[in-house]
């Protein structure tokens, strides 16, 4: 059986100043990324690992729950930027398999099309919110359109 957490980074800046790739996450976002983590935590929600795209505010993102969950550095893929639904399954096709629950920290729109492309779950995927999906395939290569079940959904919520 495989897991995924996707994630959608927490709330960043839109200020002018930056480029996209680097905007980093707002005081807002970081209490978001802290909160939602604690969530995860507090329903024994643990990956193994976070692959992460690697622009600013994914990585922030990702080092909080990688802080607050104790996990080891995120691995980051640059196809997660900017991705579309047909390139985060790539993505997700290539994970390794001896990993049975993996945590993907993105973007959307690409986030919400991957969460309802595999699960059939619509769900509003708004900054930090989080959907774990449960497949009963061994390998990542198996896993396809609602192939997945929605177990666990969350979102920071007025935060």
């Known amino acids: 059986m495989k897991k995924l957490l996707l994630i959608?980074?927490?709330?960043?800046?839109?200020e002018s100043g930056f480029?996209?790739?680097?905007?980093p996450l707002t005081d807002k976002g970081f209490r978001q990324a802290e909160?939602?983590?604690a969530r995860l935590q507090a329903?024994?929600?643990?990956?193994?690992?976070?692959?992460?795209?690697?622009?600013?505010r994914t990585l922030s993102t990702a080092n909080v729950?990688?802080?607050?969950?104790?996990?080891?550095?995120?691995?980051?893929?640059?196809?997660?930027?900017?991705?579309?639904?047909?390139?985060l399954l790539k993505v997700i096709d290539g994970l390794p398999n001896d990993?049975?629950?993996?945590?993907?920290?993105?973007?959307?729109?690409?986030?919400?099309?991957?969460?309802?492309?595999?699960?059939?779950?619509?769900?509003?995927?708004p900054p930090c919110s989080v959907a774990l999906i449960e497949f009963e395939p061994d390998t990542w290569t198996e896993i396809y359109e609602a192939t997945g079940k929605l177990s666990f959904y969350d979102t920071p919520g007025s935060l």
């Open 99 to 125: 990993k049975d629950f993996i945590a993907l920290v993105g973007h959307n729109p690409g986030i919400s099309q991957v969460l309802y492309y595999l699960s059939g779950a619509i769900r509003e995927m």
């Open 35 to 37: 909160l939602i983590a």
């Open 65 to 87: 729950f990688i802080q607050v969950l104790g996990l080891q550095q995120a691995i980051t893929d640059k196809a997660i930027y900017d991705a579309s639904e047909s390139a």
């Open 8 to 14: 959608r980074h927490a709330k960043a800046t839109h």
């Open 19 to 23: 480029v996209d790739f680097e905007r």
């Open 43 to 56: 329903n024994s929600i643990q990956p193994q690992i976070l692959v992460a795209s690697p622009a600013l």
